[in-house]
């Protein structure tokens, strides 16, 4: 009897301490909306914990970290999604420029075509009374961005 309460505790006690490793502050959730070809990806985006007090300004710099980080998941308007920041090496690049990056003058601005609030709600939240976000981003200028920030190797490289 014992032993099996110490094996619970003990397993208890890995899943907290292994959540503080990997849980992330974010609570946002993306649903693609459009791929143009001219490389702009529009997402709708919305917070789970922020609701109507989700700003727009915080809404386009979530829709570019899920775009380096988490990719977008796909939806009627386009395919999933890949993150730009593939593996730890990209991602710990990344991490040294991140605050400078994401800071109030910072280039991820760049990158932001338009920002909108969406008057179309995205089915999984149903009748919440959210704000949902619509961002467009230019994924061909943050891939080059990162490219001569030598934060990911171009497409080409190896050939």
Known sequence: MQKKVFQILTALIVCFLFQGFVSSNKSYQTECVTL???GYLTLKIWDSRKGRRYKSSQSQKDALHAILF????????????????????????????ERRFFSRNGDWKRFIRSNTITTSVPSTIGVKNWKVYQVSISKNELRKFLEEQKIIKSLTNGF
């Open 36 to 38: 143009e070809s001219d």
């Open 70 to 97: 988490s990719g977008v998941s796909s939806a009627t308007g386009c395919a999933t999604q890949t993150p730009m920041l593939r593996n730890s090496e990209d991602q710990g690049n990344f991490r040294r420029i």
